[in-house]
């Protein structure tokens, strides 16, 4: 079997699951609704005390049995909350809704009461739907989760001077990462394996951190902290160095003794106190494994890994209190009330959790924390996506690029760190990339290309620090189609796109399309509004990439073509008195910015 193929049979195989403790029994949502528009169905619904997210389900007709609705992301189908847009329907079928509230991922409450929609059929009208943005509103500040910190493949990769595509792989992860600093204010890297073997961190009796050291110097050099994922096992201090992961054979198996895996840990915050300042290593944050509470990343139990979690902690702590220790650095947000409780009852410290999801916007963990009295501790999704498959051409898609802008201000306010999985197409868990578009999980491509996912962040970087109150409404209005506006002291930014979590639509659904009339009272009708746009044709490297005719590796000469015909396009776009309008289809961005109009200055 191939390493994709075990991956993929393997991924979803959680561990241990039993508990000693139990789960608050949450209420249904109240004041459930079900609205049909064109080509879809809007469900609304009321938030619940503790609930961490929430499932929709459907039925069809009067009686049929409720089934949670799949928007086919092959991960969590729990959303944060609501609206929740369901494009998976027929039009002109009657169906029912209900919506039960999610106390942890793996736990579903009982369902509300059911609520009926019809989706309706399109015609030749495009729906219509209403923005107002407050433009002289005081505002508030304008949260950016994407800034704190991006995923990258394991860093020994920096020193790598072998090739893919024509391609140094260690200089152009370097500048990969450098871009998402200087061009997008990202300040930290999370990655894998730093006690891999080709770290070689441990020498006979004695410890070498000499690899760890040119690793961290350079992504130092570059304005970049690391984010010290602690894992995975050395080879010499595996109990079973068989168990791995990865092409690149990472261990995951319990350490042999757990006492050397603390003087490991303790020797490396040592050394990287030594060598880097404490005051420095202060801002560095300390996170236990990778998702220990899947099969194909940790072979021993729950119980060793809590027990690994304790270890670690207390050897970081050792070093200095101070040090920011956190997990349970988890897969689909599972193990979070797990730690939380063994923490409380055990007295281990955890100053920030850290979770992953991929196909929806991430849970709204805070339940969890304030349940179990950590409601200080930062929280800190450590990975975040489209999808968690390898090699899937969603990964280079228009539609991956809007589900970012969704993801992000659906976490804008409620988490520390959003970070999207990957910066760069140098990456090989499952082998290097075999071509140059291979559905990558990285932002940019072997050759620096930006993908659409890269051009959404450089629009949410666009956005000003203030944040202004708007108002959606309409068929789809806050559900298919979202807005985030923003001031400077000289220019409005406002962000709309429309989008669905529905992937069998990715390409595109043309009864999603909306015609969109944004209105900004108190704009000076002379001001100059210009559009940029992400759209299928538009930011879209798959449709360039398909013009060329391009089906391996590109060439030099082809590669500045392709960076000239994946360019965002920028357009003016006329100011009727204080209003404009802009269509929508789905996958769509659209960056409206008004500034004065320099001639009157």
Known sequence: MTEKADWDARIANRSDEERGFSFPDLDPPKEVTAVGGVGQVTIDWSPVDGAV????????????????????????????????????CTPGTPYHYAVASVPEVTVTGRPSHAVGAVPLVADSTVPRVQVVVDTVAEGTELHRPWAPMIGS???SQLLCTDTTGGHEIGVELEDALRRMHDELGVRTVRAHAIFHDDTHVIDGSSYDFSVVDAIYDKLLGIGLRPVVELGFMPRELASDPSKTVFEYGAIISPPESYERWHDLVRALVEHLVNRYGLDEVLTWDFEVWNEANLEVFWSGTKAEWLHLYDVTAAAVKSVDERLAVGGPSSAAAGWVDDLLAHARASGTPVDFVSTHTYGSPPLDVRASLERHGYGDARILWTEWGVTPRHFNPINDSVFAGVFLLRGMRSAAGRVDALAYWVASDHFEELGRPPRFLHGGFGLQTVGGLPKPRYHALSLLSRLGPVELPVTVTGDGGGSLIEAWASRDRDRIAVLLWNLTLDQTKADGAPELTRTVHVELPGVDPSWQVTATTLGIGAGDLVAATAELGITEWPTDDQLAQLAERSRMISTPLELTGTAVEVTLPMPYAVLVELTPNRSDL
């Open 153 to 155: 493949e394991r860093l």
């Open 53 to 88: 997210g929430y499932l929709v389900l459907r039925s069809t007709g009067d009686h049929g049995p409720l089934e949670p609705v799949d928007h086919h992301s092959g991960d969590v189908l729990s959303v944060p909350g609501p609206p929740y847009i369901d494009t998976t």
